[in-house]
């Protein structure tokens, strides 16, 4: 599947053998649309075709995970689709790479929602009517939630899955990750059942809570303290309330067996990234009542 990419690659996978499909990309693009159309593909290739692995274009498959996935889907019932354990690459390359090889450590057994690389049952994501293509961020979660209210089960299995490179290596791409982040929390919201976007409304509050409230009342008790001594005493109240939420978020890592420094990391990017998740909620409510479509959040540069 090809998104207009210029490193040549389209070249390479048709000389190695590969079947590329040119997006239009005339029309805007979403990793759901690419998606959708890979698999309408491989459908007319084989109409028969029982079992889909989609890959992202920054993932490489394990060995030894797609019978691993085939058997997952075949000895649990009621299960549609799929996952093992994703590995960042390159961990050591910075704080970013490492937060996100964390992050991909789902729990074994049933969960909410895959990541984008996942083995489906292809009849149940015929039934379901495959990815929302509108979306620009968590069409897999969209897409499982699906799955469930039909019945559908989502499963990771101890089995390792693929390698996936995230390639974060500076500030700002961490902070457009998480701003689209905000974003699809914010969408979310109105996407999904009570049951189903409990825990992405709880996102979009705390995120407005510790990036946008509490950040205002700090400003509006300094400018208290202008006049008065009751507006240190607020800001000091409220710093408190950041600095013992630090903590608390210290000690969840720490009890989660990572290192201290990493422990350490997680914790103060997860306050900072309040921030960033904010913006991301403004960005939706912006396109949301403007009308306008909304456009990919990369974070990876050109």
């Known amino acids: 599947m090809d998104s207009g990419s210029t490193d040549g690659s389209v070249d390479t996978a048709s000389r190695l053998g590969a079947e590329v499909i040119r997006l239009d990309m005339s029309k805007p693009f979403t990793a759901a649309r690419a998606r959708n159309a890979g698999f309408t593909r491989l459908r007319e290739l084989n109409p028969s075709v029982r079992y889909v692995q ?5 993932c490489e498959v394990r060995e030894g995970w797609l019978s691993a996935g085939v058997a997952a889907l075949e000895a649990q019932p009621g299960v ?3 996952c093992g354990r994703l590995r960042e690459r390159h961990p050591e390359h910075s704080i970013y790479n490492r937060m996100c090889d964390f992050g991909w450590d789902y729990p074994i057994g049933e969960i909410a929602s ?3 690389v996942a083995m489906y049952l292809a009849e149940c994501y015929v039934a379901a009517g495959g990815f929302n293509e509108s979306l620009i961020a968590g069409e897999e979660f969209e897409l499982c939630s699906r799955f469930r209210r039909a019945g559908g089960r989502v499963v990771r299995v ?9 390639g974060i290596t500076r ?6 990750r998480a701003v ?3 974003f699809g929390a914010a969408e979310g919201w109105f996407l999904y059942d009570s049951a189903t976007g409990a825990e992405l409304r ?6 407005a809570f510790w990036g946008g409230l509490i950040p205002a009342l700090l400003v509006a008790s300094l400018a208290i303290a202008i006049w008065s001594r009751l507006g240190w005493f607020l800001a000091g109240g409220l710093m408190s309330l950041w600095a013992l939420n630090f903590v608390r978020l210290f000690t969840r890592e720490l009890t989660r067996r990572h290192r201290w420094r990493d422990a350490m990391a997680i914790a103060a990017f997860s306050v900072i990234g309040k921030f960033a998740e904010l913006r991301g909620v403004i960005e939706y409510w912006q396109r949301r009542l403007s009308g306008s479509r909304a456009r990919l959040i990369e974070y990876r540069g050109s």
Do not use: I, K, P, Y
Not at 158 to 166: R, T
Not at 202 to 207: D, E, F, I, K, P
């Open 54 to 58: 989609f890959v992202d274009g920054d």
């Open 80 to 82: 549609a689709v799929v």
């Open 202 to 207: 709880r996102r979009t509050l705390r995120a």
């Open 158 to 166: 101890d089995c390792e899955m693929a390698w996936h490179d995230v």
């Open 171 to 176: 500030f700002g791409q961490w902070w457009r």
């Open 114 to 116: 895959c990541g984008g």
């Open 180 to 182: 689209r982040s905000g």
